[in-house]
T-cell receptor, first 112, second 118 residues
């Protein structure tokens, strides 16, 4: 079955530590997205990539970094510069046609 | 920049009754898409229904239908015959037509939490 997989489901970060969230898709979609979700807020866009080896900042990119070395993979690194990383992170992908975005099941990141 | 507003943080409905969730948006574009996503306690984002702005006919998916008023920039979701499994956060989202640049990025409202009473 084609889909989009995020791992791990739960992640804990120590102060000053960088952590990486994984997002893999086998739908052969060109575009991939990372969103952050906080309580009482909708999803906010962190980074997006429309093609391999290219990505763009979203609305809240500070303290985060990404890479897109392969079409199927779009990992998100939460750096120590992100002072409030506790949130639910969702990855999504979309093809070039006008179909909706497909979402992964998310990663819950907490501070130790 | 486009914005999406959901003015009802929480709603409640009796099982088997009908409920309508409100969404308004602001845009200067003429071609775009609107979506309703459901997020149950599992946190998975599930597409409920989509509407193309160029279509005047309101979209329908089984018990879910929309009232799309383009001039008023309004996009409400009606859930008929509500079921316990409909309890979730519901997000309204906007997307420009096209693919290049920031087109294709979803802009979300803050959500409406729907409770269903047995």
């Amino acid at each position: 079955d084609g889909g989009i997989t995020q791992s791990p489901k739960y992640l804990f970060r120590k102060e000053g530590q960088n952590v990486t969230l994984s997002c893999e898709q086998n739908l052969n979609h060109d575009a991939m997205y990372w969103y952050r979700q906080d309580p009482g807020q909708g999803l906010r866009l962190i980074y997006y990539s429309q093609i391999v080896n290219d990505f763009q900042k979203g609305d809240i990119a500070e303290g985060y970094s990404v890479s897109r070395e392969k079409k199927e993979s779009f990992p998100l690194t939460v750096t120590s510069a992100q002072k409030n990383p506790t949130a639910f992170y969702l990855c999504a992908c979309r093809d070039r046609d006008n179909q909706p975005q497909h979402f992964g099941d998310g990663t819950r990141l907490s501070i130790l | 920049a486009q914005t999406v507003t959901q003015s009802q943080p929480e709603m409640s409905v009796q099982e088997a009754e009908t409920v309508t969730l409100s969404c308004t948006y602001d845009t200067s574009e003429s071609d775009y898409y609107l979506f309703w996503y459901k997020q149950p306690p599992s946190r998975q984002m599930i597409l409920v229904i989509r509407q193309e702005a160029y279509k005047q006919q309101n979209a329908t998916e089984n018990r879910f239908s929309v009232n799309f008023q383009k001039a008023a920039k309004s996009f409400s979701l009606k859930i008929s015959d509500s079921q316990l499994g409909d309890a979730a956060m519901y997000f309204c989202a906007y997307r420009s037509a096209g693919y290049g640049g920031s087109q294709g990025n979803l802009i979300f409202g803050k959500g409406t939490k729907l409770s269903v009473k047995p």
